[in-house]
């Protein structure tokens, strides 16, 4: 009931500073963010965008007459939440963050997004800008961070398996396909009786994460449960990667409580899962990340920052995307919360390649992600379903590892929820 | 507003029939006129308010939801094609739609048996003489004061497969640890005391009040005629409790058929279960609408879910006017009033 009428004072409230921009332009003056007044300006993230207080404090301090508030959701599904419910129809913040995960969803309705000015064209690695750019050829994101991944590894459990432990050899060692991958984890298991792998959830998406078209092609043909590459990755995960997983899928209690307890000793490694782990396992000394990846590279999330064209100052909110996503600022979140940045400029500075991380044995992980970032060869083209599919092919694969139902039994179960959709 | 306003002054000629009103009009003046209709009028401008809120708060969202049910709805352009009823037939052959009807009910049976009957029992132990009275009653109800999302949150902690509190009790025992996450019953049972650490506590405070209404001579009668306090409790508190019982069983059955916030809890991903083990039929409805943004569907899913509860709410309906006849009889109800008259 009080959300209902905040929201009736905030329309009529954006209703009236409309009115007062609309007679502003009238006076001959566009660039509202420049001189004419005061301006608040919204921004709402998800999760840790490594935006602090005293980085906006920057560029308030730049433009005196800009009011930055920052909202952060807890989690990217809030944020999704609010996002569509919304979008089109008034009451987001002048500045929106978009996660890649959901960010097809938002492409669908890219003419309710301003375009991002044509300056920062080409700021972007390529399939980033890419993936943000609609049919029309309109940018509509400002990419923010990219998930290159690396293995991360602990490097006692490694030594008392008798598999080697530093960098150099563990890159070595997993140098291959995710076949051979799955073999040293077969000879991890004979060693110590235990898991290789975190969970078989992350070793599906490592492999669907290099498959261009997995669920559906851009034609809007629906090839998820025709596609071999599916169906194979499918047999292999719940051939190889089950007994070989300590957990169906990431992200459960018990899956943050066994960070620290030695339950497994690898874990697929975008840039942000850095922290992830430093976080959980605070106590635990060995772990470490090696410069490689399956069967090549692979990108796992990454987000973008989005302005909803029916703002109150959408000119001033595109300036201030424009700074947010600058390589500069992106190198200074990349400090703040290890956001991995998708900025030409930025992977290239000096600052990245020193990077390096205490925690995980003092790697360099700035060196380390830029390599994994370079060996992305596919960006997997992902439409508005992409979601409801892969979430689906994930349920049967933990159905599987439960014990639920058979592999083939489960297979048949997600090609019927897929017809069904 | 209008209909409130004209229907009792075109009922009221009605009721007095074709000959007398010409000649009543005459003899009353404008004043007593008035009164008249002061007592015609005013009790339904009286009650108003809650039936035009309702119209526009409860009659306008249901007679909405009915017409985007049957269109292919985009939530953000806010606009539809009409499709008839393809998503009523959709749901209906949807095998998820079954399973979360199935947990639904299995939920809310392992939930309402079991709190009714510690509910009944606590309720028993508090209406006693126990030293500081108040404190045990205001205890019981602690549970409900706490939000349900954190109550969730505690309860799913302690039911992890591996590294939760319950199981951790259970092999330090040596009893097999319980796939909490994994098998449909079990989950029904953790999210059942989720609920039922949420609820009893409401429910023993209900039976409570109704337990003190009870005369107290009843007991006395009861004591000098050398009934212990297990017959007691049998032959007079559970039989006078009827009405109140049928009550509370109502409310917990609504309650029960729109669980969600506890299944949505159990898990990271708050979509039921992998296999749907523990998909409620509101969570499926969630899921359908902010999940994949398909308003048709899920709109068509709450008419059915409307209908669901319209019809258990129809049987409960019957089962509790045959009951409470039956117990106003026994209070004598009827033939006090036939004395008075």
New interface residues.
Partial sequence: MLSRRTKAIAALAGAASFALIATGCAAGDDTASEDSGPVELTVATFNDFGYTDELLQEYMDEHPNVTIVHNRAAESGDARANYFQKLGKGGLADIEAVEIDWFAEAMQYSDLLAEAPDSVKGRWLDWKEAAATDGDGRLIGFGTDIGPQGICYRADLFEAAGLPSDRESVAELFDGDWEHFLDVADQYREATGKPMIDSANSVLQGIVNQIEFTYAEPDGNVIATTNPEIENAYKLVTERAIPNSAYPGQWSDDWFASMANGEFATMLCPGWMLGVISGNAADVTGWDIADVFPNGGGNWGGSYLTVPADGENVEAALELADWLTSPETQMKAFANAGTFPSQLEALESDELASATNEYFNDAPTGEILSDRAAAVTVAPYKDADYFKYHDALQNAVTRVFDGAEDQQSSWNTWVAEVEAF | MTSTQTRPTESAPQTDQAEPPARRVRVLSFRQNLSRWDLKVSPYLYISPFFIMFAIVGLFPIAYTAVISLMDWD????SGEFIGFDQYA?IL????FWTALRNTFSIFLLSSVPQLIVAIFIAAMLDRNIRARTFWRMSVLVPFVMAPVAVALIF??MF?????LVNGILTDLGLPAV?W??DPFWSHVAIATMVNFRWTGYNTLILLAAMQAIPRDYYEAATVDGAGAFRQFLSITLPSLKATLIFVIITSTIGGLQIFDEPRMF???G?GG??Q?WLTITLFLYNIG????NFGRAAALAWILFLIILVIGLINLAVTRSLVRDEGARNGRRKKKGVRA
């Fill in positions: 939530l953000v352009r806010n959709w052959q949807n095998p998820q799913s902690n992890g497969d591996v590294h939760g796939p996450h994994k898990d990271n991903t979509e992998p296999a083990q902010w999940g994949e943004w």
